[in-house]
């Protein structure tokens, strides 16, 4: 799953500059109506809970040239618990 970057604060310069979407995730739980439990990377500093608004899921890029690496995790400002 794709994570949108919507509440996400990060050390950036401008917001139009940062990434539409982090990801991608796994689902660890599906908790009730719409509502996900997703297993974020080791250095992320953020609840790890998500409405499905905020998820887009995964589909494999077509063509070679659309695959990136992995982006490294982000610098969060506002450390959540």
Do not use: C
């Amino acid at each position: 799953m794709w994570l949108e970057n919507k509440n996400i604060h990060l050390n950036q310069p401008l917001k139009k500059l940062d990434q539409k979407r982090y990801g991608s995730f796994r689902i660890s739980k599906d908790i009730g109506l719409g509502v996900f439990q997703l297993q974020l990377l080791e250095g992320w500093m953020i609840h790890n809970v998500f409405n499905e608004d905020l998820l887009t899921k995964y589909k494999a890029p077509q063509f070679k040239g659309q695959h990136m690496d992995p982006v490294p995790p982000p610098t969060i400002i506002n450390e959540e618990k």
